[in-house]
């Protein structure tokens, strides 16, 4: 998920009234904003309840950005909006969905797969709220994250101008129920500019806690309106996209390029001449229909369908974003399809097939312990490994074809928000006699199912059946000793089983381990008395105070001496890289995940300053980015030289890190953009501007 940035520099938000006026802002909310850049913020722990002159609740913790920061942008809470504001009304629907100015159809396009299922809806959006008995200002909706749900708390001051909602509306001015839920998604990602660019896949996750893959239609079996038939019949929401043209640009027969579409309904339709199969198609943006054949205002194969039929279709003559097209079309323009498996205790009265089984298993990848790379290397084994006992075959196997199918999702933790999407993989392997894991002996061993390939992806998931049998999966990096904690959720029939494998012992020696940054940096327990010590006790750390901070960190360990190559821009790109809320400083949570992959990276910097000097030689970088996961070309290698050595061709320390958060953080942005995996992007002046002066 890309984040548009602010631009504004660190010392634009000393003074409050730079930035805003009373013009701007009501009364309340200018308070908030001005504590929250003064820094005079709650502590991190727990929930603020914070509350206002009014008597309700102010979020201190929401995280502002630049699109709610322009002129004429008033923060209003509905009742100021409308006289009567209702929470919903007349039922939560996919038609409560209008798009603002966020690039997140997304985004909107889960929200109207949610809401056509109630027992989904409920689970995320409470639906006991309102604007009337017992309102405090505040709503809660709850979102699904590595493995558990968490309640998001918001208050309903809303980003307004002319009066209006600028983001997420429904068409009824008095109802709000889709505009707080993306307020409070906004919240979970680290504000609205989170929410610009993004997979309709990963929101579906956080809003179902279910399972998705990504498919390509022109691969799908021509049998395609039974395949979407069973997968609707198992509650599975799907999205579908067109990503071959420029950013949600129209072609001749209006489907929009790069744009998230739901797909709602199959159905074969009778008519005059026979019978034909359709797809519903819905545009989040409640406008901007399909103009092709069986299209709601100009189709004329409409005409040939009984009004009985059409009302069966639930057929709506208007421009609402709602749509039917053929099959035949469907495949022709549209390319990439989402589909989310639903797994967990969401069965509801219209599912005609039992959802699976869900088993969650979590690890983590620990450099030179549990972190192996790829089958390639000589350390495979060393990955964590689950045994999986396939004992209970499919219910529509026949004769000799017993086999059980299931659906492997392997998630990574918290890496985007720290700009560090690892390169992952899943193998699952035959089991030995009666073991329940692979040892070195069995490098030679060939899997018997993998992902085709690794990928960023925040999840990647493999779909197969395999005979009755025991099995090992083998969750993976691309390259070893890359630091990462996971979620592997199996999905299978019930009574089929996975569980953690014990490896031997003697295979893995932790005592004998050691982390050379230890020699390097402070220990833990001591970070957090620093980091209040340099960031004078506000709980945010602006460039200067990671300076300071970081030149008495490093004079303490065995890199004493390479705080004089440490520079003020160095740690000016460190916050501005590692910051998510665009506001140039780092709350104590954020200034973590940079501590870590400090510490990471101290790791590769220490194992690889093979003569101890302090610095990289020229011919020791590429070695050294390749293990913290970057593999460059030498074209790079000659930027690299050029742009960050020191006159004599080396890297110091501090470079080092820059150079590699650099790196690591564009990489990140390009594949955002790049939501087809197409190894291409499109992008807006606007956006080009932030990506190479916010950095």
């Not at 707080?180 to 309709?200: I, N, S, T």
């Not at 569980?499 to 012992?505: D, E, G, L, S």
């Amino acid at each position: 998920m890309i984040k548009s940035p602010s631009v504004s520099s660190e010392n634009s938000f000393d003074d409050v009234d730079s930035v805003c006026s009373d013009e701007l802002l009501g009364s309340q909310s200018r308070r908030w904003l001005a504590d929250l850049l003064s820094g005079d913020m709650p502590p991190e722990s727990g929930e603020v309840s914070a509350v206002g002159r009014d008597g309700l609740f102010v979020d201190y913790h929401f995280p502002l950005g630049e699109l709610e920061m322009q002129p004429g942008v008033r923060w209003k809470r509905p009742k100021e909006i409308c006289p009567s504001p209702q929470f919903i009304i007349n039922g939560a629907t996919h038609l409560d969905i209008r798009q603002g100015k966020l690039n997140d159809c997304w985004f909107l396009s889960a929200i109207a797969s949610l809401a056509v299922h109630r027992s989904l809806l409920i689970k995320v959006v409470p639906l006991e709220q309102s604007f009337k008995e017992g309102y405090n200002g505040s709503f809660t909706f709850k979102f699904w994250q590595y493995g558990q749900w968490e309640e998001v708390r918001i208050d309903d001051l809303l980003p307004t101008q002319n009066n209006k909602l600028i983001y997420l509306s429904s068409p009824d001015r008095y109802e709000f129920w889709s505009s707080l839920l993306e307020k409070a998604y906004a919240k979970l990602k680290g504000g609205y500019r989170a929410l610009d660019m993004g997979f309709p896949h990963e929101a579906m996750v956080d809003m179902t806690g279910g399972v998705t893959e990504v498919l390509n239609i022109s691969l799908l079996p021509q049998d395609l309106p039974t395949i979407l038939q069973h997968l609707l019949s198992k509650g599975a929401l799907i999205n579908c996209a067109n990503c071959q043209g420029a950013l949600e640009t129209r072609n001749e027969l209006g489907i929009m390029f790069r744009h998230a579409y739901s797909l709602t309904a199959v159905e074969k339709v009778k008519s005059a001449h026979g019978t034909e199969d359709l797809v519903r198609i819905l545009n989040p943006w409640g406008n901007t229909e399909w103009e092709g054949p069986w299209s709601d205002v100009n189709g004329p194969e409409w005409n040939r369908v009984s009004p009985e039929e059409q009302k069966r279709l639930q057929r709506i003559r208007r421009e609402d974003g709602e749509f039917w097209m053929s099959i035949s079309d469907f495949r022709q323009q549209f390319e990439v399809m989402e589909v989310c498996h639903l797994c967990e205790n969401f069965k509801d009265s219209s599912f005609s097939v039992q959802p699976w089984s869900c088993i969650m298993l979590h690890g983590n990848w620990v450099p030179r312990i549990t972190a192996g790379g790829s089958p390639r290397g000589g350390w495979f084994w060393q990955n964590p490994q689950f045994f999986f006992d396939l004992s209970e075959v499919d219910s529509n196997s026949a004769g000799s074809q017993t086999t059980c199918s299931f659906v492997l999702a392997l998630m990574q933790k918290h890496q985007r928000r720290r700009h560090a999407d690892l390169a992952i993989s899943l193998h699952i392997f035959l089991a030995q006699s009666s073991k329940t894991y692979l040892s070195s002996e069995d490098l030679k061993i060939r899997p018997v199912l993998s992902c085709p390939h690794y990928s960023t992806r925040r999840e990647v998931v493999l779909r197969g059946s395999l005979p009755p049998g025991r099995y090992i999966i083998i969750p993976s990096t691309a390259e070893p000793n890359q630091q990462g904690s996971f979620l592997l959720r199996v999905l299978t029939e019930q009574g089929n089983t996975a569980i953690a494998a014990q490896q031997p012992t003697q295979d893995i020696s932790v005592a004998e381990h050691s982390y050379p940054h230890q020699a390097a940096l402070p220990p833990p327990t001591s970070m957090r008395q620093l980091f209040l010590k340099h960031s004078n006790k506000k709980e945010v750390c602006k460039p200067v105070h990671l300076y300071s901070l970081l030149t008495e960190a490093i004079q303490g360990g065995v890199l004493a001496g390479s705080e004089k190559n440490l520079a003020l821009e160095h740690c000016k790109s460190l916050v501005v890289l590692m910051d998510s809320q665009g506001i140039a400083r780092l709350s104590w949570n954020e200034f973590q995940g940079l501590w870590d992959k400090i510490k990471r990276w101290t790791d590769i910097f220490l194992a690889f300053d093979k003569n101890k000097t302090k610095h990289l030689e020229y011919q020791e970088v590429a070695p050294a980015l390749k293990a913290a996961g970057i593999i460059v070309d030498e074209l790079v290698m000659q930027l690299v030289g050029l742009r960050y050595t020191e006159p004599d061709m080396t890297i110091s320390y501090p470079g080092f890190l820059y150079l590699v958060m650099k790196m690591e953080t564009m990489m990140h942005k390009f594949q955002a953009f790049d939501m087809a995996g197409m190894g291409m992007i499109t992008i807006s002046y606007r956006q080009w501007l932030h990506m190479t002066m916010y950095n």
